[in-house]
């Protein structure tokens, strides 16, 4: 089966939505001009959520010599988790909470910004030399999204095991295995690696939403070839996904129930209407401490907010 031809016509509900997409995402200097390089794939200008991921920057590997590695000064967030995950290297994450916490590869940094909260990040003095990863973003639901700002470390995640295929189950549940990451919306994020020529079939669920990310190596995937770079959005209705890796591979497989709420998203705020944005953005310009708090420790200056555009901004849906 091809998941490029043409659906035929299936009557009823059993018809499910295989056409994929490869979304191919933008480089971003991340913390300026000078800053370190990301591709962005999500949300990108069509698709602009998978589940209740709404945010996906890939990064390296970069070779740190002679570098500063990352450096993302103090800025705020609301209405969203934080999800960091690395392949190599260090970062250290910093809050207003009091949270100074350095993540290695196989580790969860997992920050819930709910009503608000500020963090840095930024590579530690003592690093190795390569610096490969991913930084997420989860939307929170309406009824969680003013909840308690917090941060939690989670070193041990569990994983499973299939001849050639290991998966760490880094939030939400794949295959029986449960991430003990706090989620707010039935998600799942996954590393995946291949061994050399592996042939897999991964359990899915058709009631999710699912896109695949290349980090390292070569697969084919739903009979798409993919590399490290685009992001390949899957669709819902598939009860299996087939991979076929070339060389050593690793991916990342994000899925989740299609958020049906519509949002703003600006800067680092998800709100749900302008006025949340306006509310937000003036809190952190203003330098008031009560909503996003102080980040003790990080040497240089917070980020300030860029202005408001001068239209209002629209809340926006899954799919534009
Ligand atoms: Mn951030």
Not at 190 to 217: C, N, V
Not at 237 to 258: I, N, V, W, Y
């Amino acid at each position: 089966m091809s998941s490029l031809e043409a659906d035929p016509e299936v009557p009823g509900p059993a018809r499910s939505s295989h056409e994929v997409e490869l979304l191919e995402g933008a480089s971003v200097a991340l913390g300026g001009p000078r800053g370190m390089d990301v591709v962005r794939t999500l949300p990108s200008r069509h698709r602009r959520m998978v589940g209740a991921w709404c945010f996906l920057d890939a990064y390296g590997p970069h070779d740190l010599t002679g570098s500063a590695g990352m450096r993302v000064g103090p800025h705020p967030h609301i209405g969203l988790q934080t999800v960091s995950w690395l392949v190599s290297g260090e970062i250290l994450h910093r809050d207003s909470l009091g949270h100074r916490q350095e993540i290695r590869p196989g580790q969860l940094n997992l920050m819930t910004a709910g009503r608000g909260i500020s963090h840095s990040e930024e590579t530690p003095p003592v690093r190795s030399s390569v610096l490969q990863g991913v930084q997420l973003w989860v939307a929170l639901p309406d009824n969680d999204r003013d909840t308690a700002p917090s941060f939690d470390h989670h070193p041990d995640l569990p994983t499973l095991t299939d001849g050639g295929l290991t998966a760490t189950v880094v939030m939400g549940e794949l295959a029986g295995a449960t991430s003990p990451a706090r989620c707010y919306s039935p998600l799942v994020g996954a590393e995946i690696t291949l061994t050399a020529g592996t042939e897999a079939q991964l359990p899915l669920r058709p009631d999710f939403e699912y896109a695949i990310l290349t980090l390292d190596g070569a697969v084919t995937a739903a009979d798409t070839p993919l590399k490290p770079g685009p992001l390949l959005y899957l669709g819902s209705g598939r009860s299996t996904l087939s991979l076929s890796a070339g060389p050593q591979t690793r991916l990342m497989l994000l899925g989740g129930e299609p958020f049906t709420e519509k949002l703003v998203m600006w800067w680092n705020f998800i709100g749900r209407d302008h006025d949340d944005i306006v509310n937000a953005r003036q809190a952190w310009e203003s330098g008031e401490d009560r909503r996003f708090g102080t980040v003790h420790g990080y040497d240089g200056p917070p980020i300030p907010a860029p202005p408001m555009p001068v239209t209002r901004l629209v809340p926006r849906g899954r799919v534009r």
